[in-house]
């Protein structure tokens, strides 16, 4: 990716264990960016703010991809709530927050298409982000999401940090667990995604499927059978809408 990212750079890839980061990490391997920083939960709580900065501090790392989060399916969503919303917002703010303190020079934030309204129009437009009610079943994580996105454009704006917000989908997504566990996950009816393109990815050595917007209100409402057709399919969508 000449004039985004220079082989020499050193890229933290938060939440390099999970679904988004762990492809993240192969992707950018591939394309031959071989200083990657990253961090294990026992190595690095991005829930302190303190441990946080420290670790940028030593590290020093000039791009930051944040692909770590606490996410889970609908159960965890509405009985850790305020997991759900304290945990991400935590994450969120102390990555973006240490990234301006050492001058980090661009980052990426993975979001979601649950930040969008529950009943917006299909497909999606940017503008819709924040005009209705979210979905309810997973509204906590997507407010923390939002607040994500708002940080990044406030980052930018007043202290000029070079930082972007996606949204995701990718296929493959393992269950999780009651409690959630951190990764950044979208689920996705394989039929019922609807494309607008395919081009390089984000990262050289990836090709992707680019969706706009969320995926069908059935599909969301009838999560097993969305999690048994990816499960069938895993490679109906590949990275970054």
Not at 144 to 153: D, H, P, R, T
Not at 162 to 181: F, M, R, T
Request: charged residues 20%; glycine residues 10%.
């Amino acid at each position: 990716m000449p004039g985004l990212i220079n082989p020499s750079d050193r890229i933290f890839v938060a939440g390099h264990r999970g679904m988004a980061g762990s492809a993240i990490c192969r992707a950018l391997e591939r394309a031959g960016y071989s200083n990657l920083l990253t961090a294990s939960r026992e190595q690095l709580n991005l829930e302190n703010p303190l441990a946080v900065h420290g670790w940028f501090e030593t590290m020093r790392p000039d791009v930051v991809v944040m692909a770590a989060a606490k996410v889970g399916g609908i159960h965890a969503n509405n009985v850790y709530r305020a997991d759900f919303l304290y945990d991400n917002l935590m994450i969120e703010a102390n990555l973006i927050h240490a990234a301006h303190e050492v001058g980090v020079e661009k980052l990426l934030f993975l979001g979601s298409s649950c930040i969008y309204p529950k009943l917006a129009e299909q497909p999606i437009r940017e503008d819709a982000l924040m005009t209705a009610p979210l979905e309810p079943t997973n509204q906590w994580y997507a407010v923390a999401k939002i607040a994500g996105v708002y940080l990044c454009q406030a980052y930018r704006q007043q202290h000029g940090l070079s930082c972007v917000p996606w949204a995701i989908a990718i296929a493959g997504d393992a269950q999780v667990g009651e409690g959630g566990s951190r990764g950044v996950q979208a689920r996705a009816q394989p039929a019922g995604v609807s494309a607008i393109g395919q081009r390089q990815g984000v990262f050289d050595g990836d090709k992707v499927l680019v969706v706009h917007g969320q995926l069908p209100r059935r599909c969301r409402r009838r999560q097993h059978n969305v999690e048994a057709g990816m499960r069938n399919n895993p490679a109906s969508i590949s990275i970054f809408s």
